[in-house]
């Protein structure tokens, strides 16, 4: 699909900042900050939406090949995950298993009389995961080099040398999951705060006041 159309986006930050920054947003997918000059590609299922952006343009036929094996380099990820279907209510379960333990009970619903997928669900942070929360809904995460954690936790992301760090958001009643995943080359990571903080700002404007 093409790219969407729309009103610039106006953001706070510094003049040598912004300079190196540009908002992407595919079709179906919440904005998000990333370098200027890398390229962007949405996907859309059933479940999900999710924006990539990555210093180099991502080749469909290998994104979903079934050989691939997810992304080893340079990359943003940002997730809007709706909890109401089978495989979005199963990652939303899991990552809520990980690091929002006030919202166990959605865990267990979704487990249901099924003993057998309660492995699925372990409960408790990835042992080597830095966490930060912002809330019972909101948190900040580092998931280090050659690491697993939930920067990794999925197909998406393969680990490597570089860390990722970002945020997952729990939204709404259902709830659903807004999940970034950030990982960029060393002399850019200055920038992953700035990245990490706008989506953030983004989704408390889309939130309803607790």
């Given at each position: 699909m093409p790219a969407p159309?729309?009103?610039?986006?106006?953001?706070r930050l510094g003049a040598s900042t912004a300079r190196r920054l540009a908002y992407y947003?595919?079709?179906?997918?919440?904005?998000?900050?990333a370098p200027r000059g890398w390229y962007c590609f949405g996907a859309t299922g059933s479940s999900s939406s999710e924006a990539f952006v990555t210093p180099q343009p991502v080749n469909k036929d290998d994104f979903f090949s079934p050989a691939w094996r997810g992304f080893t380099g340079p990359v943003i990820l940002i997730e809007d995950i709706g909890a109401t279907?089978?495989?979005?209510?199963?990652?939303?379960?899991?990552?809520?298993a990980r690091v929002f333990p006030k919202h166990k009970a959605f865990v267990e619903e979704v487990i249901g009389p099924d003993f057998d997928l309660a492995s699925d669900f372990p409960f408790g942070s990835y042992p080597n995961d830095k966490l930060i929360y912002r809330g019972d809904r909101l948190v900040e995460y580092e998931t280090p080099p050659h690491s697993e954690g939930l920067g990794t936790m999925t197909l998406r992301l393969q680990a490597s040398d570089c860390p990722v760090d970002g945020v997952a958001i729990l939204q709404g009643d259902t709830p659903d999951l807004l999940l970034l995943k950030v990982r960029l080359p060393a002399e850019m990571h200055d920038l992953t705060s700035h990245i990490i903080r706008q989506v953030e700002h983004d989704s408390a404007k889309r939130r309803p006041t607790r």
């Open positions: 159309s729309g009103a610039d986006k106006v953001v947003k595919a079709e179906y997918s919440s904005g998000v900050l279907t089978g495989s979005g209510r199963y990652t939303v379960a899991q990552v809520i």
